[in-house]
């Protein structure tokens, strides 16, 4: 079928497979994980194999994907906007290598963190890399934007990155898909200095990317992403990304005659705004995100001309909807009910039955026992441990964090120091965290609680699974000290003794907590029955 | 034709179920659809809304308008009022009645009943029971959508068309079961 019915996310998927890519690399991660599962799903035997497990972390996918480049291949690399901190460094410097198969870097910001500790935007990124960024408005666009970055990265022999928000990744809407183009062959790459990053290759190559950015703008310049819907009057918006869909729905609602520049691609059309800019006097600028181009025209123009995030005319946080761009451009009508007093709040909770509930009753017993109550916690559904009734999570602050702040806290005297951690944040960045408390023998205990997948997003594989006790016995825990306990209310006076035993030995110890997370094994008995 | 559908419930109710046989009719009378979900940590019990646009023109925003939702579908009666600041002053509430209460400051039943039955038109139907008769409490949302199909702007065959659909690959037991529940949610309009 041509026509169908497609998540944001699902849309970039079923566009990379019809690009013609080799592999999709990537970690789960809220809003981007419907991205990878969707390919998986999708791949079928007699075609052409593209490589879909998950990867490690961000950073191991965006390396396997420059590796498929180099051979010639597209490759697709996915990850949330905090994903793309931990692949950094790879990212930055693809661009200073550049590309061969084209690379296509697919970042799901998340404005109004619905399931996140920030709302960075990742269009700083792409500026900063110096790259060409596109930002799609629809699910159709966004089908059409994948297909054409793929080619626009081998043109430009760059990475080319897709910002995706929340909102879109996860709103379905038909799409259309266009005829779909088979895989590169397999031709390695030969230009030698191209890759190797020595500084004599690196300063030529920098030296190269800096000349294709008047090339890159020209392409802006006549992007069909970048287009302006005329109007009158002395007002006017540019719209960036998704945030044109708010702008036009209360355009067309109020039957307004706003002229719009809508922005899809970067870096910025120059002369189209230029052009556009010196035409109106009161210019509305509508972002998802930071206010990155506002910042950049009112220092440009040192006028009062634009309005948007920064003077309060939109909120400086959160992600924006159609009532904000309402009140923006001043047609807000103020009939509208509010939420009854009565209506309590309704947080996130740990699943009934989950391993994870168990393990906090073992350690809250246990912390009762000493002054100092400290639990450095992760990132994963046990980061819920913060809330009532266990309330015992002093940290969570990134992937890995909590082996790493324990160690600290040690260091500083912190006694017990222990940290709780999930499987699969032990493999994505967990293990050089807890090599370094080997190394200098910090009194510290890691808890791994292992439910054997990577759960919060719905249950994808975990690195690690059925080797943990082995990783912390290479990474030079003593064996004595690697304790197994299944966190079950049975078991918990004697989850309750192992793990006070291990908190008040002096040198690292290391707890596995290991249960089956009940949503997968809730999905495992049903497919068993059919 | 154009129809804003704020569907409502706790994460685990099966609101997408609800908003997926909407497209499914609504794609098959050639109809535009945009449909706004949550995914991520709200699903593990949190509350969770689906914003779902149906119509003839073409639809911009994913997220409905304050004011402008002609119906709110809600599968538990506090989430009813979650969304109410979405509701068009000509807008439904078509809720269950039965409380999904897993938090400790759960506001008290009747109070709750008494708010909705302030907050403009509105239509409680006891999903629970109806479920049970039509023979599983796991057909409760497709009972749910019977009671708000007369409020979707599309005609009844149309969802039947698109629950046997979306039931098929699970059996033909399946589907009639969840006919009936869609039937007898519609029927049962009493309250």
């Known amino acids: 079928?041509?026509?169908?019915?497609?998540?944001?996310?699902?849309?970039?998927?079923?566009?990379?497979?019809?690009?013609?890519?080799?592999?999709?690399?990537?970690?789960?991660?809220?809003?981007?994980?419907?991205?990878?599962?969707?390919?998986?799903?999708?791949?079928?035997?007699?075609?052409?194999?593209?490589?879909?497990?998950?990867?490690?972390?961000?950073?191991?996918?965006?390396?396997?994907?420059?590796?498929?480049?180099?051979?010639?291949?597209?490759?697709?690399?996915?990850?949330?906007?905090?994903?793309?901190?931990?692949?950094?460094?790879?990212?930055?410097?693809?661009?200073?290598t550049g590309v061969l198969g084209g690379l296509v870097v697919v970042v799901a910001d998340d404005p109004s963190m619905h399931s996140s500790q920030n709302e960075q935007d990742s269009r700083v990124y792409g500026k900063f890399a110096m790259i060409p960024i596109l930002e799609p408005a629809s699910q159709q666009e966004t089908y059409d934007m994948v297909r054409y970055a793929f080619d626009l990265s081998e043109e430009m022999e760059l990475p080319v990155l897709l910002r995706i928000p929340t909102r879109l990744s996860h709103s379905r809407a038909v799409v259309s898909r266009k005829e779909a183009v088979t895989q590169n062959s397999l031709q390695p790459s030969t230009e030698k200095g191209k890759w190797i990053l020595l500084p004599a290759n690196a300063r030529r190559n920098y030296?190269?990317?800096?000349?294709?950015?008047?090339?890159?703008?020209?392409?802006?310049?006549?992007?069909?992403?970048?287009?302006?819907?005329?109007?009158?009057?002395?007002?006017?918006?540019?719209?960036?990304?998704?945030?044109?869909?708010?702008?036009?729905?209360?355009?067309?609602?109020?039957?307004?005659?706003?002229?719009?520049?809508?922005?899809?691609?970067?870096?910025?059309?120059?002369?189209?705004?230029?052009?556009?800019?010196?035409?109106?006097?009161?210019?509305?600028?509508?972002?998802?995100?930071?206010?990155v181009q506002e910042e950049l025209f009112k220092s440009y123009f040192g006028n009062g001309k634009f309005r948007g995030r920064l003077d309060g005319s939109l909120p400086r946080t959160g992600e924006l909807s159609p009532g904000l761009l309402e009140k923006a451009l001043q047609v807000e009508t103020d009939d509208k009910k509010s939420i009854p007093q009565i209506v309590a709040s309704r947080p996130p909770m740990l699943c009934k039955g989950c391993s994870h509930r168990d393990l906090f009753d073992a350690i809250n017993r246990v912390m009762a026992d000493y002054p100092q109550k400290h639990l450095f916690g992760d990132i994963g559904c046990y980061t819920l441990g913060a809330l009532p009734p266990y309330s015992c999570i002093s940290t969570c602050v990134d992937m890995g964090a909590s082996i790493t702040m324990a160690k600290g806290a040690a260091d500083a005297g912190i006694r017990p120091a222990v940290c709780v951690i999930g499987d699969s944040t032990f493999t994505h960045s967990g293990m050089t965290g807890l090599l370094d408390a080997v190394n200098?023998?910090?009194?510290?205990?890691?808890?791994?609680?292992?439910?054997?997948?990577t759960a919060m997003t719905g249950g994808q594989d975990s690195a690690g699974?059925?080797?943990?006790?082995?990783?912390?016995?290479?990474?030079?825990?003593?064996?004595?000290?690697?304790?197994?306990?299944?966190?079950?209310?049975?078991?918990?006076?004697?989850?309750a003794g192992i793990l006070k035993e291990e908190f008040d030995y002096n040198g690292v110890s290391v707890i596995i907590a290991q249960r089956e997370c009940i949503q997968t094994k809730k999905v495992k008995s049903k497919k068993a029955e059919h | 034709m154009q129809r804003n559908i704020i569907i409502a419930g706790v994460g685990g109710q099966g609101i997408l179920t609800i908003?997926?046989?909407?497209?499914?009719?609504?794609?098959?009378?050639?109809?535009?659809?945009?449909?706004?979900?949550?995914?991520?940590?709200?699903?593990?019990?949190?509350?969770?809304?689906?914003?779902?646009?149906?119509?003839?023109?073409?639809?911009?925003?994913?997220?409905?308008?304050?004011?402008?939702?002609?119906?709110?579908?809600?599968?538990?009666?506090?989430?009813?009022?979650?969304?109410?600041p979405f509701l068009a002053p000509e807008g439904i509430i078509v809720t269950a009645t039965e409380p999904y209460d897993n938090i400790s400051d759960y506001p008290d039943r009747s109070e709750l009943l008494h708010t909705i039955r302030h907050s403009g038109s509105h239509l409680l139907v006891d999903a629970g029971t109806i479920a049970r008769e039509a023979g599983s409490a796991k057909v409760y949302n497709v009972v749910m959508l019977g009671a708000a199909s007369?409020?979707?702007?599309?005609?009844?065959?149309?969802?039947?068309?698109?629950?046997?659909?979306?039931?098929?690959?699970?059996?033909?037991?399946?589907?009639?079961?969840?006919?009936?529940?869609?039937?007898?949610?519609?029927?049962?309009?009493?309250?």
């Open chain 1, 465 to 495: 699974t059925g080797r943990f006790f082995d990783i912390c016995k290479g990474l030079g825990v003593e064996e004595a000290h690697i304790r197994l306990i299944v966190p079950l209310k049975k078991n918990l006076e004697e989850n």
């Open chain 1, 440 to 453: 200098d023998r910090s009194p510290l205990t890691v808890i791994i609680s292992d439910n054997g997948t």
């Open chain 1, 207 to 291: 030296q190269k990317l800096l000349e294709k950015q008047p090339e890159m703008v020209k392409i802006s310049e006549s992007s069909h992403f970048n287009r302006i819907t005329e109007g009158d009057g002395e007002r006017a918006v540019i719209a960036f990304g998704i945030a044109y869909n708010y702008v036009m729905e209360v355009i067309e609602t109020y039957k307004l005659h706003i002229p719009v520049l809508k922005i899809g691609q970067y870096p910025l059309p120059e002369k189209k705004i230029k052009v556009f800019t010196e035409k109106n006097s009161d210019i509305l600028i509508a972002e998802e995100g930071y206010p």
């Open chain 2, 150 to 191: 007369p409020y979707l702007g599309m005609a009844q065959e149309e969802i039947e068309k698109a629950i046997e659909a979306f039931f098929s690959h699970k059996g033909d037991e399946i589907v009639s079961m969840n006919l009936k529940a869609f039937r007898l949610g519609r029927d049962n309009r009493t309250k």
């Open chain 1, 1 to 96: 079928m041509n026509k169908q019915l497609l998540l944001g996310a699902e849309a970039i998927a079923q566009a990379a497979l019809d690009a013609g890519i080799s592999g999709v690399y990537a970690y789960p991660g809220t809003p981007s994980t419907e991205i990878t599962e969707y390919i998986q799903r999708s791949i079928q035997p007699e075609e052409a194999p593209v490589r879909s497990a998950w990867s490690t972390n961000e950073k191991t996918a965006y390396e396997a994907a420059l590796g498929m480049s180099y051979a010639g291949k597209r490759s697709l690399v996915c990850m949330k906007h905090v994903g793309l901190n931990v692949a950094a460094d790879p990212f930055m410097n693809s661009s200073i």
């Open chain 2, 19 to 84: 908003a997926s046989i909407i497209d499914l009719a609504a794609m098959n009378l050639g109809l535009n659809v945009k449909q706004a979900e949550v995914h991520g940590m709200s699903q593990r019990g949190g509350a969770v809304e689906s914003h779902l646009r149906i119509s003839s023109e073409e639809i911009w925003s994913d997220l409905i308008p304050l004011g402008k939702a002609d119906l709110i579908l809600s599968i538990e009666p506090m989430e009813s009022l979650r969304y109410l």
